[in-house]
């Protein structure tokens, strides 16, 4: 099963670029990158998916690098109400939809 | 709000109980997913059911008993539970399990939190 890592916790300033990391180098060629989020004590939020183009939505940008082995997830002008954990996980197998959440990154927005 | 919806939002029982976590999405949906999330742990996929058919156990232990009526409803029946059972119980659903990256992407309610004295 592919998987990926993602830095424990970031800070952000309210306003500014969120651009959050996750490394996949062991993805296959027809896994998609999803990009949940999970506010304090709510169920978690879909946010953005993609397979190798970038793709962008109302509430955010993803950039999948040439190589697949790594994306970032751009929040372009994060708000406190951005705080929370997100979660970057690859799609485990074509036939089922079991999404593997890992620890995640926690993203602290500061005034 | 995401077309889920999940009742209690908050559940305390003794080990002794009985109790159902109910589930409903408005979203015409075919699947539906409970998942648990501990404290400090990551989410983890507990039962997953498409057109009412459960499709997968995650090696649940039978105290935890799900229920898909319709594709519109899910529960988790709940006995003899264990104090490390207390965790957030989140629902989800999707399109389908199948097919096109979109439609599998689920939409999860906003959990019961079970509290197991």
Redesign the interface.
């Given at each position: 099963d592919a998987k990926t890592t993602q830095p424990p916790s970031m800070d952000c300033a309210e306003g500014r670029a969120a651009n959050l990391p996750c490394n996949h180098s062991t993805i296959s060629g027809n896994e998609?990158v999803?990009w949940y989020r999970q506010i304090h004590?709510?169920?978690?939020?879909?946010i953005i998916?993609g397979?190798k183009n970038n793709e962008t939505n109302e509430m955010a940008s993803l950039i999948i690098t040439e190589d697949r082995k790594s994306s970032t997830l751009i929040l372009p002008h994060a708000t406190l109400r951005d705080t929370a954990v997100y979660y970057c996980i690859v799609?485990v197998a074509?036939?089922?939809?079991?999404?593997?959440?890992?620890?995640?990154t926690r993203l602290q927005v500061f005034p | 709000e995401?077309g889920?919806t999940q009742t209690p939002r908050h559940l305390v029982m003794g080990m002794t109980n009985k109790k159902s976590l109910k589930c409903e999405q408005h979203l015409g949906h075919n699947?539906m997913?409970w998942y648990k999330q501990s404290a400090k742990k990551?989410?983890e996929?507990m039962f997953?059911y498409n057109f009412k058919e459960q499709?997968?156990n995650n090696s649940v232990p039978s105290r935890f008993s799900p229920e898909c009526p319709n594709s519109s409803h899910l529960f988790l029946h709940l006995h003899t539970l264990q104090p490390e059972d207390s965790a957030?119980y989140?629902?989800?659903s999707?399109q389908?399990?199948?097919g096109l990256?979109?439609k599998?992407?689920?939409?999860?309610?906003?959990?019961t939190?079970l509290l197991v004295l």
């Open positions: 998609y999803y004590s709510q169920g978690p939020q879909y998916h397979l799609r074509y036939n089922t939809d079991k999404l593997i959440f890992g620890t995640g | 995401t889920v699947a997913y990551p989410l996929l997953v499709t997968e957030l989140l629902c989800a999707s389908d399990v199948t990256a979109g599998e992407t689920q939409y999860f309610g906003p959990g939190r």
